[in-house]
């Protein structure tokens, strides 16, 4: 099961805006790299001192900070004071469960969303938690756990041929956005394939199966979850004016959008097909045991009268006139075979057999 | 099972704002008490006269009426008359049935909500009714049963650094608001608790496993029905134009409003994962059942044929060749194990073994 | 069953706002009182003329015409010429079937409603039908069948006191709509009782139960579909601008209007509950039924081996070298023994036991 | 089953606006009959040149065109081109597999509709097309099987103190929607009726119950499909702007809309009854098979141990001490009625008796 | 089971609005064809320099360019150049998984939609892509596989009669709208011909039908996803403002409006069909299961005790009375028939035989 919750209970009682981290710890310490660029130069520093760096901040560059690691609050604190961040919104970055979602603030734009992916070593469907904020002049994304998701993105910015270092901050930030949607699908593709095993193991009536299927289709679920919102705040994103996505980024975002209602659909699809997968499943199941009750059936139906039959000739009265006849022994057999028989002819004129 | 009626009959025939108190009745008499506090002063009294005490309302102050106990109509008619609060509305501070909702009067807002929790004796889910109104210059809440709910509100009023202390009485009101959504935290953590419970539970087929399903199938459904009704008022306190609501208290607001959608997303996601569970316990339980079942038929279709022979060869006539033949006995133990094994073979062969 | 329908096939090929009653009759002739107050005075007087006592109405005092037995073409006629009632009107009024709905016509608000209640002899649902139409100085109820519901009323207006006497006639047709939602609580009640009922039940897997359940679902159903158009209606009439409903009669019309939707969330949980019940239901049965056939399924295949050895050893072969052999059956004993108790070490391994 | 398609791939590659017949041929060559009536006169004449008749429209007197059998493309082209139809909408009255709705044209009104009955041979449901077009001064009414829908509306017209009489067209074409709703009622009935003969039928768990609910469920589920784009095509004939239905028609129109909501709740109504119903017949089976295979299980769970007993005493060995104790054969009766006794009382115990 | 995914993670970590291929490669080469048509003459060449065919644009005649083969992103490069196409549009025409939308751009319309039809030899569901642009004064049709599609539109086109001939290039865009639509409805009428072989052989209970009803599900969702999105986006072109398509050609757009709705309606009647009659299908086969297992418990009960009653007697005690008496015999040969027939009375008067 994957869980939402983690610890938030201990939040109980604090006021809002206190900085607490919410989730699991995975880094130590706090990674803060400081990722500038214009068209003609690029620049990346580690941080040392997080309330210095926003001094460098200027028109007409591009600033990107990435921090990973956001569980020490005094941290997440000065980044907030130093590029004037609400402690409500500090709050929500430390907060790990947080549900997707975008907010507006007066001076930025707060964007929470999901990785989703499967765990290499267990197969396992895991998701780490991204915040972003947009800027007027910065974008800043946070994470607790370090991965290569922006690795592409860090390429392009060396590349002084690409697109990225022409544009705006929010061109990063739209192609930040797209990175973590097309990190989706190798995900969905995952999902595909397990209903293809699915699927061809679904006549094989495998016990397992019905784990797996379960299994599936919580995975499904939480990723929908996760899609969801973001197809709602990437519509509110197209259609809202805080003035800090240029009109021409707005195509780029559009184009995100496109691509998580595709997800979504294709996961509907999806879901329906094991759903009927499950279904066929469980009359698979249900057709083998069928089967081998009504052999049961048959061989019992068939056998039980005339081994009662012999039962009496077994008995030990000593007046039984027939078993004195010589012809009683074959007499018997034969109406034996005959009441079986019968019977049989019975059962195949009721397509039983 | 939860009951969300409790004697309202009573009131049949009785004229709309007639004040009866409606539900159990948990506090002997009514204990009301007075907080009121500034920046640098906070004074915390027990009421005697209640009709008294709106009397020193001031425009500076903050002022918070706790009332426990809503039995009494005489008293609560006494708050009603003094803070100008419309029959219409006493009528359902005393009535410990409604389901949550927000009504906006002329001078004041009327909040109805509950709390939700485990009895910590008993592990059932229980709801305690919650009244608040805000006034101009006042909050009051209404609650029958005494419980710590306001403990750590208190504490912040009695604590002069505390943000509380500074602000006006709409943040207080959205304070409580807040720390009554805290609560329910808490509560989603032991319901998380309980599928995992019933998660590692499933595949021992335990009987009782149904019927804890069932119970938090029904906690669950009450929890949501007691948490969508707070959303939906709490989008409309967002855009309300009441005027009691300054615009920076509605970031806050907006807080509790995102803690609410955030708690029936993962209530929904529980419930997914509790339907996906049961559905594996179904099937459990049957995959055990068809095994034994299954054994049965095999065991049973093995040797009723062959017991059938040795019942033949069990009858008494007298005219039995095969009887004195010396290789008939071997023969016949022969035949036997030759049938149940080509038996075997076949069952092997259709995979019914 | 409740059925819906009841001659309506009656009106085949008839041109619209032919008046005809559709639905069982319960009163002998038609009987029409008039009840006509002002804060100082009370009238009530039983009329014999319909189309007489429209001349009685005036401006300053309320007038309020009951009418009982709707089944007479001419006297509905003579009422609708008299108070100006569209013939469209009154031929709803004559069809007991309509489902709730309000109609806002030039000069008058129609109302069509239902009670709802448990017949006290059979404890079966039963529904009356009451049309209600409020003018600019009268309200006229229409109801075939005669009860008490409207007593509580009656007796508000002869109390010179209540605040009925104090007000218009749009505050009387509030509190008739009051009145019957008002009803609707001890039915909502009944059926809360017959679901504990049925809870305490459960376990004993009693086959009435099922039968139970399907009626009370029935119940639930009509009961909602009785409820779902009044609320819709009632906020309609909320937000409705004939002008004959007063500003200050709204508050009380939206009081009446919470309460539908008490009654609605109650039912719907009532209904989830009652689901959760059937559930609960299947699964006992089912299980008492697999523990049955897994009794039948251990004995049988513990016996169905060893029986067969005692047939084999009942065989009359005359060269059975065991059949002299001293030790031979005790030796068949302990053979028999022995399989059979591995065999249940088996069936305990496996946890079918 | 009731199909929607019928030859509608015939139509594959042609250009829009191609006229050809969908459906079934009903009538031999095409009957059209004009009835022209004012409030003084009527006049009712058999057509033969379809290209003339437009000729006689005049403002004062109201014109309705019968057309019964509409396999024709040539006289349904004429038709289109004297009263100035548009091509794409003669194409579609010649569909009668269209789902019912409306088109608003310049100078017509352009409605589809379907009647929807019982067979009265076969009891199975069947639905007859009908196009309606309402233009400035005429009603074309377009039907390929001819049937007596319209013979009350005659007679109406024929009765010259008929309201239909003092009207203009508008009403004709609303008189003609409430025919064609009106006889929706019986159909239902017999719905409801059948309904009923299944209740009734279920607890006899006849095996053909199913088939019929089955039959029934998707009799129910056209005829929803026919009722449900009528409803919405009436809602936006309420609020259409095309002039060619009076205020004053409006009210009649909106009478039968609500006749087709009141059909629409019915039926939904019936089809969750029938829902309970097969939940009940379904369940009603299983018990009862779990009654048979019960006693069953108790029958040979008794008696399958002491049929051992009994063949272990049938043993031939020589040496068997008990076999000459003159208390052994009581003793093993004895111990035989102990042991069946017994477990019959372990089994009433456990409540499996 | 119909795959929506196909290699769509090469994408992973490339910029938006890379030219890269998704989906199977059908043809060699890309296969370019121009038509242009005025009301008096037609022109169909080859087309050998994409970025030349641009230059032959005029107002005066409608300009078709079909593209099969759209696996090259060099050519639909320079087709994007030469026409002024975004290349976030070319990116989607050169993914055939997109799902079917429509994308308005400054200067021109972008529709992506899809073909869904059984191929001929495995009866099998497919689907081909197909991506439409609408320009001031071309049409381009992009496709991967070659298929017959448009043959009719270009014998239209071909002969000078037809009314394509007089109209724009957005009669033409609406014309491959409807023949693409059109084409849908011999898939319906195979998929309900697949309907009524199910229903043809659900008395038959064939082992095969659960996976056919599978399948045909399958097919069936497939085929809903593809025309649930083009019903919103014919409504949306129907209600765009782009200046492209004129008022007249709305009127046609409409009518291929109508019939997807259509189809989607009978589609959707077909489902709740398949539901029924799978729901059919598996009560047909546990009654037949039911029927073999209540033969075996008849005809087990039956002879269950008489079986061990003949065990009795074939016990050999030595003193065993009742053995030596000449009439013990046939009494109990008559006792063994008084009880069956007994016991068959019984489960008659139970009604389980």
């Not at 990107?64 to 500090?90: E, M, Y």
């Not at 995900?187 to 699927?199: A, D, F, G, M, S």
């Amino acid at each position: 099961m994957l869980k939402f919750r983690k610890h938030s209970s201990k939040k109980l009682g604090l006021p809002q805006g206190t900085l607490i981290h919410v989730g699991d710890k995975y880094s130590e310490g706090t990674k803060v790299q400081q990722i500038q660029y214009t068209k003609n130069n690029t620049r990346q520093i580690s941080v040392e001192s997080v309330s210095e760096c926003s001094k460098s901040l200027d028109e007409s560059s591009v600033f990107w900070l990435q921090v990973i690691g956001i569980h020490d609050p005094k941290i997440i604190q000065q980044i907030g004071d130093s590029f004037d961040i609400s402690n409500l919104t500090l709050e929500e970055v430390m907060n790990t469960n947080q549900h997707p979602k975008i907010e507006e603030f007066q001076n930025y734009l707060y964007v929470n969303t999901r990785t989703y992916y499967f765990d290499k070593e267990s197969d396992k469907a895991r998701y780490d938690n991204i915040s972003i904020i947009l800027g007027k002049n910065f974008v800043i994304t946070f994470q607790e756990k370090e991965n290569n998701l922006f690795e592409s993105i860090q390429n392009r910015i060396n590349d002084k041929n690409s697109l990225l270092r022409k544009e705006k901050n929010d061109y990063l930030f739209c192609t930040i956005l797209d990175t973590i949607v097309d990190h989706y699908f190798p995900t969905l593709e995952r999902i595909e394939e397990k209903i293809e095993k699915i699927e061809s193991n679904v006549s094989s009536s495998d016990k397992k199966t019905q784990y797996e299927i379960y299994q599936l289709r919580q995975e499904m679920t939480v990723f929908s979850k996760i899609l969801r919102p973001q197809r709602e705040f990437l519509s509110m994103l197209l259609h809202s004016d805080s003035g800090l996505i240029e009109a021409k980024t707005s195509r780029n975002i559009h184009d995100v959008y496109e691509h998580v209602i595709h997800l979504l659909e294709t996961l509907d699809l999806n879901r329906e097909n094991l759903t009927g997968l499950h279904d066929l499943y469980l009359s698979t199941i249900s057709n083998r045991m069928n089967e081998v009750m009504k052999m049961l059936a048959i061989i019992a139906s068939l056998f039980i009268p005339i081994t009662f039959v012999a039962g009496v000739y077994g008995m030990n009265f000593q007046h039984m006139p027939e078993l004195s006849s010589p012809i009683a022994y074959p007499a018997v057999l034969v109406g034996m075979a005959v009441t079986t028989i019968s019977l049989f002819f019975y059962f195949k004129k009721k397509k039983w057999v």
